[in-house]
T-cell receptor, first 116, second 118 residues
């Protein structure tokens, strides 16, 4: 079974509007962390935001926020006030356990295109 | 500036040839990782190392080899046994916070190497 599932291969959003990118995960470990990365066309991976399994509140970082629903095992990324520079691939990733090699398992990604 | 440097940016491999991708970091990070990314897909883990002179296989280690002789360096060799090496290769590193139940440390990535077959 897929550990990280991103069901939206591609999405369009109008500039200045908000957009939600979906991510569901599968783990039986009570301790885990969820990460979102942005990958522009140049290829580098840019860390955006983190949510820990024990965090009581949804994470926020500037225009990025996480809609974390633990019971549903979802960690959707919300980007507010979209900008043209937000056009990129977005990846959700999970780290399981406190010391499982600190490895990340990545989803297949969502390509976001911001329309002017 | 501190960061992760991958070289070369583009690399071409001939049939039967081994090639080595370089990854150097000056962030004093303990752990280093190699990922492979095929077009339109997510990242898959090849190898990782949490300490000098030690490394573990990831999900797709066959046809690859690594070494970790120095904390700063984690080169990846794509051997001739890897029959489909054309991909984008990303190196990452992170610090390890011992004793932390819920480490929020992200992995930091280099700019990648694009490998193609001639």
């Amino acid at each position: 079974a897929q550990k990280i599932t991103q069901t939206q291969p591609g999405m369009f959003v109008q500039e200045k509007e908000a957009v939600t990118l979906d991510c569901t995960y599968d783990t039986s470990d009570p301790s885990y962390g969820l990460f979102w990365y942005k990958q522009p066309s140049s290829g580098e991976m840019i860390f955006l935001i983190y949510q820990g399994s024990y965090d009581q509140q949804n994470a926020t970082e500037g225009r990025y926020s996480l809609n974390f629903q633990k019971a549903r095992k979802s960690a959707n990324l919300v980007i507010s006030a979209s900008q043209l520079g937000d056009s990129a691939m977005y990846f959700c990733a999970m780290r399981e356990g406190p010391n499982a090699g600190n490895m990340l398992t990545f989803g297949g990604g969502t390509r976001l295109m911001v329309k002017p | 500036d501190g960061g992760i440097t991958q070289s070369p940016k583009y690399l071409f491999r001939k049939e039967g040839q081994n090639v080595t991708l370089s990854c150097e970091q000056n962030l004093n990070h303990d752990a280093m990782y190699w990922y492979r990314q095929d077009p339109g897909q997510g990242l898959r883990l090849i190898y990782y190392s949490q300490i000098v002179n030690d490394f573990q296989k990831g999900d797709i280690a066959e046809g690859y080899s690594v070494s970790r002789e120095k904390k700063e360096s984690f080169p990846l060799t794509v051997t001739s046994a890897q029959k489909n090496p054309t991909a984008f290769y990303l190196c990452a590193s992170m610090t390890i916070r011992q004793g932390s139940i819920d480490s929020n440390q992200p992995q930091h990535f280099g700019d990648g190497t694009r490998l193609s077959i001639l």
